[in-house]
């Protein structure tokens, strides 16, 4: 699909318990917002209601003369992996190597477990094939890869009936001959398997990653391919791009290759949408906090968000680049529990889409499970006369049953016990936050916290007392953020390129630049090419493309890299900043490690226009009444206000709760509101 923005464009965010949409017209004005329930067990159902609802409010001339183009965040591939409903898939590696996903790595997941349990293997030993062959790290040929071996190879292959094959040889990552010959021959002999090669989807070195990242591409590839065949077919036409996981969109066939661009699909969504609701608001650091019905997602934006090269999806490590998202099971579907200690747990498990919190109305009667939306219910953030999305009541007394039936349990009153559960919730979450700002060396004081997501709102005040935070930041649309940062998303890639090459000072310490080495050069050439022919595919214009090099480094001696822009010059100098910022010393004389060239291109970022309400206002907008809540000092009467009816330059002091279409956020005392220029809420303590 030829890259165009000057249409009518639809948001979709798929997640555990909503899916959300959001309709934008050419010129990014948001014209319809629509939020319904999830179908977990076809994901692709919801998605096709959701957009035939939103379409069916336009006007017949504005959007049946070119339908709308779709930008989705989808979460089949991570589910597939996740529920091990993943397809049979092979493995071809080089002989020798055949148990390495099953070797991993000495790293204890468990550190005081006695009888440590990793993760089963994605690909079992059965349906592993050893290939005598045999690339040195230097790239030169050990062993040769015979033709009758390749013919054994096949014929094995072909009797093991895999509906995809991963080939990950050893050393492929500098010389790929033995690779290529292979994949050539299955695309021969195995016509239609899905078909993963390493050094086409992983070029870098460590053998047990690349080979995880390759099988787990291969266990999801048939599982995508088949879920979005099925949405282009009923979509019609060449009109759907996939959100990835490095904060951009990606045309279906690439993802159809390359579904393990996808693990952190919806909340790479939602970061690109907090970016530029910071960037709105002249903020340059903000951790994103998106609370849905499942978990909650967490990343640091510090000018930009914060990316990595890995993260681990059901115990196997994903080492492609993507936004860095921390994710913590605490969302508004997470159960609530006593352990066999009595000790009040929260989460991970949730009761998702179906049948949902208790307040949902869809329980059991007798099976009653209590959640985070119920103890909210109970407070009294969530009042009865309330719609989740268009058409889900909330049901008090369903809610009001299932937190005291735990709370009978600990012997306390429901509303203890609710009070009990936001708080076990708040910890959570608070502890993820740490995690990506305190314990990478940054200080909570200098950021704000940008609460979005259904839930978002409803602790952000909350977390952020917690975590010594003064201000907070809601956006507009903060429900269907994720939505919104597809449809901000632009067409985006990512390549990389093994290098492994030594850069030694002088005597007076002075390190040549890196650029300067032929092995970089040839690297970064090379993604050059490949960066220019994926945005031309993407109809790009040359002036509208944008391309970012980095480089790995590391002193010689360690195993880790930091990745460091090498396109603004200073690379030697900005590695030296970087790590002594992290691990608080540098070693100016040793030698450095060049290890990986990357590059990101990008083409222009579409337009938003938020400061424009969608079709979602309240039957009495004007109306601001008294709701009952009990907070820290008992029952009392707090103002409850519309969103829509706030104005730009109007401050509000807590206690109150602001309600709007796909959200709600609660003020608690001691912070104050005002409504910014452009709508959003700028909330300080």
């Not at 080492?319 to 991970?348: F, K, W």
């Not at 268009?390 to 012997?411: C, G, H, N, P, Y």
């Not at 540098?586 to 060239?597: E, L, S, W, Y």
């Not at 005002?674 to 959003?680: F, N, P, T």
Request: charged share 20%.
């Amino acid at each position: 699909m030829a890259y165009d923005t000057q249409r009518w464009r639809i948001g979709v965010d798929t997640g555990g318990t909503f899916t959300d949409l959001v309709l934008v017209d050419p010129t990014g004005t948001i014209r319809s917002t629509h939020k319904r329930i999830s179908t977990p067990d076809d994901p692709g159902r919801a998605v096709l209601e959701g957009i035939a609802h939103l379409l069916a409010y336009q006007p017949a001339q504005d959007v049946s003369n070119e339908p709308p183009r779709i930008v989705h965040g989808s979460t089949v591939a991570t589910n597939a992996l996740l529920e091990g409903k993943s397809a049979r898939a092979a493995l071809v590696t080089t002989t020798g190597f055949e148990d390495v996903l099953a070797i991993a790595r000495q790293n204890r997941p468990e550190l005081y477990a006695l009888e440590p349990r990793r993760a089963a293997p994605q690909i079992v030993r059965a349906l592993t094939v050893g290939v005598r062959e045999r690339i040195l790290c230097d790239g030169s040929v050990e062993t040769a890869l015979t033709t009758g071996e390749l013919d054994t190879v096949i014929a094995r292959l072909q009797s093991l009936l895999p509906e995809s094959i991963a080939v990950c040889l050893l050393h492929s990552y500098v010389n790929p001959e033995h690779e290529q010959r292979i994949a050539r021959s299955i695309r021969d002999a195995i016509p239609g398997v899905h078909l993963t090669v390493s050094h086409e989807l992983l070029p870098e070195l460590r053998e047990y990653e690349r080979t995880a990242t390759c099988v787990a591409n291969a266990a999801v590839g048939p599982v995508m391919a088949r879920y979005l065949g099925a949405l282009e077919a009923a979509l019609g036409g060449d009109r759907l791009r996939i959100m990835g996981s490095g904060g951009g969109t990606l045309p279906v066939d690439v993802v159809c290759e390359r579904p393990i661009e996808t693990v952190v699909s919806g909340p790479a969504g939602g970061a690109i949408g907090a970016w530029a609701m910071a960037k709105a608001a002249g903020i340059d650091r903000v951790i994103g906090f998106d609370m849905g019905g499942t978990s909650t997602d967490l990343t640091l934006i510090d000018g930009s968000p914060t990316r990595t090269t890995q993260t681990t999806i059901a115990g196997l490590p994903i080492r492609l680049p993507m936004i860095d998202i921390h994710t913590v099971g605490a969302g508004g579907g997470s159960i609530a529990r006593l352990d066999l200690g009595s000790a009040l747990r929260v989460g991970p498990e949730s009761a998702g889409a179906d049948p949902g919190p208790a307040c949902y109305g869809r329980q059991d009667p007798d099976e009653l499970c209590a959640t985070v939306t119920d103890a909210h219910v109970v407070l009294g953030h969530l009042t009865d006369d309330r719609r989740l999305g268009d058409s889900l009541a909330i049901q008090r007394d369903a809610a009001m049953d299932a937190i005291a039936q735990l709370a009978e349990q600990a012997s306390l009153t429901a509303e203890a016990m609710a009070r009990g559960i936001l708080r076990i919730a708040d910890a959570a979450m608070a502890r993820a936050v740490k995690a990506i700002s305190v314990q990478r060396g940054h200080d909570l004081r200098g950021f704000a916290l940008l609460a979005f997501g259904g839930a978002g709102g409803l602790h952000a005040c909350r977390l952020a007392e917690a975590l010594g935070m003064t201000r907070v930041l809601i956006p507009r649309h903060g429900g269907l953020l994720s939505a919104v940062g597809m449809l901000a998303a632009p067409p985006r890639y990512q390549f990389a390129r093994s290098v492994v090459t030594t850069i030694s000072p002088d005597e007076a310490g002075r390190y040549p630049d890196p650029l300067a080495d032929a092995q970089v050069r040839e690297a970064l050439q090379v993604l050059d090419k490949m960066s220019h022919a994926a945005l031309e595919k993407d109809g790009v214009a040359l002036a509208e493309r944008t391309l970012t090099r980095h480089l790995d480094l590391r002193y010689a001696g360690q195993s880790h890299e930091l990745s460091i822009r090498c396109d603004t010059g200073g690379t030697i100098d900005s590695f030296t900043v970087e790590h002594e910022r992290l691990y608080g010393y540098a070693m100016p004389h040793r030698p450095i490690d060049v290890v990986t060239a990357r590059l990101e291109a990008e083409g222009p970022a579409p337009a938003i226009q938020l400061d424009v309400a969608a079709n979602h206002a309240s039957s009495n907008p004007s109306e601001e009444r008294q709701v009952s809540v009990i907070d820290r000092a008992g029952e009392a009467q707090w103002a409850c206000r519309q969103r829509e009816t706030l104005k730009p330059g109007q401050i509000f002091s807590g206690p109150f709760i602001i309600e709007e279409y796909a959200a709600t956020t609660v003020i608690p005392r001691g912070w104050n509101m005002e409504v910014l220029a452009d709508g959003q809420l700028s909330v300080t303590r």
